[in-house]
């Protein structure tokens, strides 16, 4: 008898080679197995015609094999099965390769669904590869499919059918840890409907009533580990901190704070004051100079006796924060120190002793700093840049070091309210409405590629005046592989550096390169010993090289618009004018559209709700991206109301039962969800 711990090679189809590859995705147990849920679905319920069929169009026909296959042996490892097939309409030719048995099951005279690409031209048909099943057989064709998320060695085919599997023997067994009364009250599901039709919908109606049961579930938990947390912290007591002359700080510093500044910092101190830790967000479009808030509340924690951290979401970030606060810091006595994931293990060890042993007061670093086997004497502030990046789970994380840490969240990305909520529910927020005084707002312009040689004598221009140019390439992938983002930069800045520039120093930096090449790189940039920096979107999140005076973003179609925002955010930091262009052949009306938004305006805000707006929801976070845990089918865009009520029925059940005594399940779910969360981390 199955239950849903069981090992999943207990699957027909699956043996060791297959589960390893599966464990690659995290599933090892009937139980992960059924929750790999389908990443989209391809709607085959409907046949064409053979005349009907459009040549590039992908169709599914049912026809009638009109003679016997034919094998040949092309070369070595190639043989082909051909054969013909028609329906009333017209012939089609089918070919497939290396799938020899086909020879005798293709049965002249029998009707087979044939699933693939047509090609062609009016007068001949044919379908390379297709997939194809008896009619009435209705697995792979004939309804709605599901397509999964691959990896390496495990097909569509087997995953498919493993979950088919794996559905049969867990339907009757299926835990609900979603409590009975809050279900009927929302009108949801039962959940072995939910999961039966997640995966093999009957029809669009199945679909919508299953993912909006999971959707609700998964908020349902969610909200409820968020409120949690937030009453967990509510009621602990910490040692409210001391007044500090915060004039030597401020004094230090070779520029005074703006006001939107000093009233962050305030704020925050006086947070730190209070007897309850802090948990605030410092929202501030890109250059209104979060940092130096941050450098402030780590200056008066520091000063009162406790340790402080700072996470940025990139190494490169890390490095950049350590170079520009630890030589302010260290002169007014705070001993700094840097610990990245790549740091050398001996450094590690060593920076990690002294943490443990109060000797550095201030460690700066990715998320490296509060994971694994960290430990710091007495930590006092956490400060995390670009919140986003990392989200609730690190501050789970943190919670359940068991470690109640000021924490001073920092994030430059303006997000929808309604998506602020979520990530950031359980915030107090602070502002800094004003951008550091003498700055100029980038000029933006949207030009097609044939404005190369302009741009490019543009980029000389600004050389010649000592101002430094980024030229950003994406990731340029027509398939759904991954694209070599490594190939694309190098090439072009070769290309940069032999053809166009090369009186210039060219240099290129992106995201395969070994930390402390990308460090080398960037500090040379940062010292001015390079001119034109070629990148991918490394250099997306808090990179600040005031000098850079030029942005351009080659294939700027391919970027979301809050993205373009933070990339333009990387010039326009100093006192000189500086420009940002995008590069688009793409003329469509959409694009031409989107990128207009940027030319318009340099308020984040704006974009992000013009981005929200022409988008859609769904896609302003990329799905990975959010880095909230549980939420697979649930999309914080497009779900808002159903996150009201979630949130709203999670309130009732805390209301009723604070500590989850009477929902045991429900409990286990959360605690999972979010221990799953913080282990990730590690
Ligand atoms: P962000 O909010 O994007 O993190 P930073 O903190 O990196 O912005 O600051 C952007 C730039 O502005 C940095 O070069 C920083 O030194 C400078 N800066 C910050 N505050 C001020 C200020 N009050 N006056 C002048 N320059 C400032
Ligand atoms: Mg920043």
Known sequence: ?????????????????????????????????????????????????????????????????????????????????????????????????????????????????????????LLRKTMAAPIVEPENRKEFTGRIVPIYPLTAGVSQLVLSRSIRQGLDACAAILPDALPDEVRQAHHLCRIGFAYENIHFPE???????????????????????????????????????????????????????????????????????????????CQG??????????????????????????????????????????????????????????????????????????????????????????????????????????GVAQ?????????????????????????????YGDLEVSVIDRLPPGRRPVETYSVPGSYHPRVYNFIRKLASQGRQTYIVCPQVSESEEPADERKAVTAYAAMLQSQIFPDLRVAFVHGKMKAAEKDAVMTAFAAHETDILVATTVIEVGVDVPNAAVMVIENAERFGLSQLHQLRGRVGRGSHQSYCILISDNQNKETRQRLKVLT?????????????????????????????????????????????EAQLAAEDLLAQDPDLRLHPDTAARVAELFTQAADSLN
């Open 1 to 121: 008898m199955a239950d849903l711990t069981t090992d999943i090679q207990t699957i027909k189809g699956i043996g060791p080679q297959r589960a390893a590859a599966l464990k690659k995705l995290g599933i090892e147990t009937l139980r992960d197995l059924i929750a790999w849920f389908p990443r989209k679905y391809d709607d085959r319920r409907h046949s064409k015609r053979i005349a009907d069929l459009v040549p590039g169009e992908t169709a599914c026909v049912t026809a009638m094999i009109a003679s016997p296959p034919s094998v040949s042996h092309i070369r070595k490892g190639m043989d082909l099965v051909k054969v013909r097939a028609v329906d009333e309409s017209g012939v089609l030719d089918l070919t497939f390769f290396n799938q020899t048995w086909l020879k005798n099951q293709l049965i002249q005279g029998e009707t087979y669904v044939f699933y693939g690409r047509a090609e062609g031209n």
């Open 203 to 281: 029809d669009e109606h199945a679909l919508d009533l299953a993912r909006r049961r999971l959707a609700f579930e998964e908020l349902f938990f969610f909200s409820i580990g968020l409120q949690r947390l937030r009453s967990r912290r509510e009621t602990v007591q910490v040692e409210p901190c001391k007044a500090v002359d915060m004039d030597v700080f401020y004094h230090a510093l070779p520029f005074a704070l703006t006001d939107a500044q000093r009233r962050c910092v305030e704020e925050a101190l006086r947070d730190m004051c209070s007897g309850i830790p802090m948990n605030r967000l």
């Open 285 to 390: 479009d890109v250059g209104s100079g979060k940092t130096m808030v941050a450098a402030a509340c780590i200056y008066f924690c520091v000063k009162n006796g406790r340790q402080a951290a700072l996470m940025a979401p990139t190494e490169i970030l890390a490095r950049q924060h350590y170079h520009g606060l630890a030589p302010i810091l260290e002169r007014l006595g705070i001993r700094c120190a840097l610990l990245t994931g790549s740091s050398p293990a001996k450094t590690k060890r060593s920076i990690a002793a002294q943490l443990a042993a109060g000797e550095i007061d201030f460690a700066i670093g990715t998320h490296a700093l509060i994971t694994g086997s960290v430990e710091y004497a007495d930590l006092g502030l956490v400060v995390t840049d670009e919140q986003h990046r990392f």
């Open 395 to 423: 501050r789970a994380a943190l919670a359940a070091k068991g470690a109640h840490p000021h924490i001073l969240v920092m994030s430059a990305t303006p997000i929808p309210r309604t998506l602020a909520l979520i990530l």
């Open 600 to 644: 318009k305006t340099t308020d984040g805000f704006k974009v992000a709700e013009e981005d929200l707006r022409l988008r859609g929801p769904g896609d302003f976070f990329g799905q990975r991206q959010h880095g909230l845990p549980g939420l697979k089918v649930a999309d914080i865009g497009c779900d808002t109301q159903l996150l009201k």
